[in-house]
């Protein structure tokens, strides 16, 4: 099937900038998310990007996607100790059912 | 966005039984889904649950073991059944938008 790879951990000093790394496979993919899990919660939508567009940027959030690479990447600036979860890159054809890679957990240290 | 309740927020069940997750969704819904959360791992869907027909399921999920129901929309349920260690998962509900899926904030089961 068609697979959703990222890195599972990484590691920043509070006030650096962190940068998830995702790639994906399905070149039918037309939107593509970021969810951000906290222990023990559900996941929350921290921002979504279509695939005909190559940037997107929200406060602190910078997602970039090169579609030829299918290589998506999110960036949090000025990362802060409540920034430490686990981040999920995901796609989908329909904006219904998606995919999800395995999640990459964020560690801030102070 | 959707807001969207989901209990029991956890459970510890015995082997064998069955456990009945509801999500219950602040507006109408076209789509709702059914996710499963393996300890450590990423979401793997269960099925869509569609109102007014069968749910679809995924690869590797049956009707039999985990039947859903939605009897209108904003509201579904997920039951796990005859459980084993194995289902211990955090089982997350979530609904379609124009703006990607919202999602509840799990069920998170642990079989003993």
């Known amino acids: 099937g068609e697979d959703v790879e990222q890195s599972l951990f990484l590691s920043v000093r509070e006030g650096d900038s962190s940068v998830i790394n995702c790639t994906y496979t399905?070149?039918?993919?037309?939107?593509l998310y970021w969810y951000k899990q906290e222990p023990g919660a559900g996941l929350q939508l921290l921002t979504y990007?279509?695939?005909?567009?190559d940037m997107k940027q929200d406060q602190r959030l910078t997602v970039l996607l090169n579609k030829k690479d299918k290589h998506l990447s999110l960036r949090i600036a000025d990362t802060q100790t409540g920034d430490s979860a686990i981040y999920f890159c995901a796609e989908s054809i329909n904006n219904n059912d998606m995919r999800f890679g395995a999640g990459t957990r964020l560690t801030v240290k102070p | 966005s959707a807001v969207i309740s989901q209990k029991p927020s956890r459970d510890i069940c015995q082997r064998g039984t069955s456990l009945t997750i509801q999500c219950q969704v602040d507006s109408q819904v076209t789509m709702m889904f059914w996710y499963r959360q393996q300890p450590g791992q990423s979401l793997t869907l269960i099925a869509t649950a569609n109102q007014g027909s069968e749910a679809t399921y995924e690869s590797g999920f049956v009707i039999d073991k985990f039947p859903i129901s939605r009897p209108n929309l904003t509201f579904s349920t997920l039951t796990v059944s005859n459980m084993s260690p194995e289902d211990s998962s955090i089982y997350l509900c979530?609904?379609?938008?124009?703006?990607?899926?919202?999602f509840g904030s799990g069920t998170r089961l642990t079989v003993v």
């Open positions: 979530s609904v379609g938008t124009s703006r990607g899926n919202t």
């Open positions: 990007i279509f695939s005909n567009m």
């Open positions: 399905d070149s039918s993919s037309t939107y």
